[in-house]
Structure formats: structure tokens, C-alpha cells
């Protein structure tokens, strides 16, 4: 009779997810993920969201998309969306409200406490603050009953500079480390067909040493750090030749594109570093790399383009500090350089480039192994999918 009762529960616990944007990060990645394991495992999943690349790819069957502006920090706007999140909260019968940015966390703060339901929270980045106005904006992550950290990382930053949210209120903070899709991200799926297609349309020559650089173009990810780098190793005049890659979308932000533009035609790179815009199937451009580097000269939350790269089996150079120190083996699936430090940055790509294949091979082998065991997305689901349940007494 109980099991019975628990199999009728179970299948309608309804989970609702709040995020700015579905794009292809890694926290909207996450939550994509999560969605469409919820359906598979007996509940019912939804989403809340004011748009993004990745709505083309979410199965409708499974997952039920709300758009709705969450993506404003305007007042008025937030207790706009407040109102429609309580709506669809109690029409829908909503068991748990997952927020994942803090202008849409106000808004589920305020829909979950009126409610009644579960409020589940996932700090995703740092949230920088210089005043007290804005660590109290920053600290709606903090204010649910169970606070996610997707690394260590993370899980101590919240402690150093929220902790007082945990010391007389019954709130719940653990660390589930972000996962990645390793049947996606998997070099052996990669057909050649696609690798020729993609090397023709962007004009790499794959004879070539190809060293990429992945993310979104903004300041923090390091792009005028990697081409500083790329001088330094032109200027060591070596023997290998070598191509550097930067892909990624500048997200509007066409001045700093044109200033990293600038500054390769200054140091007259030209020939040796190329912009790719977007790569729609991100496995196929790891596919072509010889290395990979994650050059961020701010923390990494969890360092996306660390776990990526290892799961593709390329070796991997990242910057000292933040997520991926977490993520990558030191010497054995990658290397770290001195965060800011071009000359170090360029002396371990050197270090990389003049390694033998086999070395290079066994540095992806076991790249790929560590992302098996500790970052693969069905973990990271199936954690939270435990969590969930202990928070609405099903387990």
C-alpha cells in the first residue's frame, strides 16, 4: 500500500526551473539537462525563461516552456513575474521552484513563500559585490531551503561571504559538481565527414598545431591574454607551426571584438590567430584541436571548457585559480599557468606543443577518464534528483 501511494506521488511532483536565458553556458546547459531527466525518471518538468538558443533543442513532449521576462532586473518587471511564477505555480501544482539567477530568485522567493512550495536555489558564479546593496541582492542565491554550489569553489565562497544565512536558519548548502553530456562530448562520435566540413568553412589548416580558445568574448575569459601570449611564442621564433583559435560570440559586445581585432593586427598575428563566431556542435571544433586553453583572469565558477576539453581527450592549459582546479588533473590531463601571467601561459603551451604524440594522446586518455568518474551528467541529475527528494520527504 505504501509503494503504491509513493508511485501515485511521484508521478505528480512537478519541478518548475527559472532561468534568465537558455543559451549555452553552463548553467543553462544544467538546466536543459536536468529538464528533460525529470520526465524520464516520473515527474513532470517545466521551465521559465525569456528565450535562448537552446529552446530549439528542448523536447516539448517532455518539458513545458514558460517565457516570461525573468531575464530584468527592473522592480516592476520582477513582481511582474512574481505574480505569473504564483499563478503557474498553483495552476500547475508546482512542487518545487528552482531558481537559477538571482533577478529571477526574488521573483520565485516571493511566488514560493506565498505558495507554500519548495525553493531550491544554484549559485552558479561568484556575484562580486562592493556595497552592502548589493550583497543583499546577491544573497536571494542564499535565502531558499537548499543552496547548490556547483563546485568547491563556489561552496566556499558562499561560506566566507554568506554564512550568516546558515547559522540560525534551517537552509541546506551541499556542492553537486556541474556535468557534462559525455555521449555528446565524445571524440569517437565525431565522423570525419564533419571534422573535413568544418576544417574547409573555416579555412584551418589541420597540418598545422591548433590551439583553441573557447568562451564567450568578454574581458574576464582572457581573449587579450591568450593574444599576448601568442606574441610571446611567435617572438620565441619556434619550430612548430601553429594556428590559435578564438571562438566565441561577442554577445553585443562589438567594441571589445574590435579592440581584440586590433591588437592582433598590431602584433601583426594575422596568419597565426582567427576568430570562429559561433560553433554550433562544439564537439567538432574540440575535435580539431591539439590543445585547449581556459584563460580566464577571474575565477572560473566551475571551468566548463576544462571538463569539455577532457572529455574530448584534448590536453588542457587553465589558469590557476577558481573551478578548474577542481576539474583537471595537474600534469597528467592538463596544465596550469600563472593567472595574468602571458609569459607562463606561453611558456606551457610551448611545454604542450613540444611533447610527443603519444604523450599528448595519454594526456587526453586520461582527461577523458577523470570527466567519466567525477563530471558526467547523469550524476549530477541523479544528485539532484535526490536532493529534491529528501526535500519533499520522498525518499
Avoid at 570527466?371 to 519533499?392: A, P, S
Wanted: aromatic share 12%; with cysteine; glycine share 6%.
Amino acid at each position: 500500500m505504501a509503494y503504491i501511494i509513493f508511485k501515485i506521488m511521484k508521478k505528480n511532483i512537478k519541478v518548475l526551473q527559472v532561468i534568465p536565458k537558455l543559451g549555452y553556458g553552463g548553467a543553462e546547459t544544467g538546466c536543459y539537462d536536468l529538464a528533460h531527466f525529470l520526465p524520464e525518471n516520473g515527474w513532470k518538468s517545466y521551465i521559465a525563461t525569456s528565450g535562448g538558443e537552446l529552446l530549439n533543442f528542448i523536447d516539448r513532449k517532455k518539458v513545458k516552456i514558460f517565457r516570461l521576462p525573468v531575464h530584468s532586473k527592473n522592480p516592476i518587471i520582477m513582481i511582474f513575474n512574481a505574480i505569473i511564477i504564483f499563478l503557474i505555480v498553483v495552476f500547475y501544482r508546482i512542487s518545487i521552484v528552482h531558481a537559477r539567477s538571482r533577478a529571477p530568485a526574488w521573483s520565485c522567493l516571493l511566488a514560493s513563500k506565498i505558495s507554500g512550495r519548495r525553493f531550491v536555489t544554484t549559485f552558479h558564479g561568484t556575484y562580486n559585490f562592493k556595497n552592502k546593496f548589493k550583497k543583499f541582492y546577491n544573497s536571494i542565491m542564499v535565502r531558499s531551503e537548499l543552496v547548490i554550489a556547483g563546485s568547491n569553489f563556489i561552496f566556499s565562497h558562499i561560506n566566507e561571504n554568506y554564512g550568516e544565512f546558515f547559522q540560525k536558519n534551517k537552509r541546506k548548502l551541499l556542492v553537486i559538481f556541474r556535468g557534462i553530456n559525455i555521449k555528446y562530448f565524445d571524440s569517437q562520435k565525431i565522423s570525419s565527414l564533419k571534422v573535413e566540413k568544418f576544417l574547409t568553412e573555416k579555412k584551418i589548416d589541420r597540418n598545422k598545431f591548433i590551439i583553441l580558445l573557447p568562451g564567450r568574448l568578454t574581458e574576464w575569459k582572457g581573449q587579450k591574454l591568450f593574444i599576448e601570449a601568442i606574441k610571446i611564442i611567435k617572438e620565441k621564433e619556434i619550430t612548430e607551426s601553429f594556428e590559435g583559435i578564438i571562438i566565441g560570440s561577442d554577445q553585443g559586445r562589438n567594441v571589445y571584438k574590435k579592440k581584440l581585432i586590433g591588437l592582433v593586427e598590431q602584433h601583426r598575428l594575422g596568419k597565426m590567430i582567427k576568430f570562429i563566431d559561433h560553433c554550433e556542435e562544439m564537439p567538432v571544433a574540440y575535435r580539431i584541436a591539439n590543445l585547449v586553453c581556459s584563460c580566464s583572469i577571474e575565477p572560473e565558477a566551475f571551468g566548463r571548457v576544462s571538463v569539455e576539453a577532457q572529455a574530448m581527450e584534448v590536453p588542457i592549459i587553465a589558469s590557476d585559480i577558481g573551478g578548474s582546479k577542481e576539474t583537471i588533473i595537474k600534469d597528467k590531463s592538463g596544465l596550469f599557468f600563472k593567472s595574468g601571467d602571458a609569459n607562463d601561459l606561453a611558456d606551457k603551451i610551448i611545454m604542450i606543443m613540444k611533447k610527443d604524440h603519444n604523450t599528448l594522446k595519454s594526456m587526453g586518455f586520461e582527461g577523458r577518464k577523470n570527466i567519466q568518474k567525477k563530471f558526467d551528467v547523469d550524476k549530477m541529475c541523479q544528485t539532484t534528483f535526490t536532493e529534491y527528494k529528501k526535500l519533499i520527504n520522498l525518499s
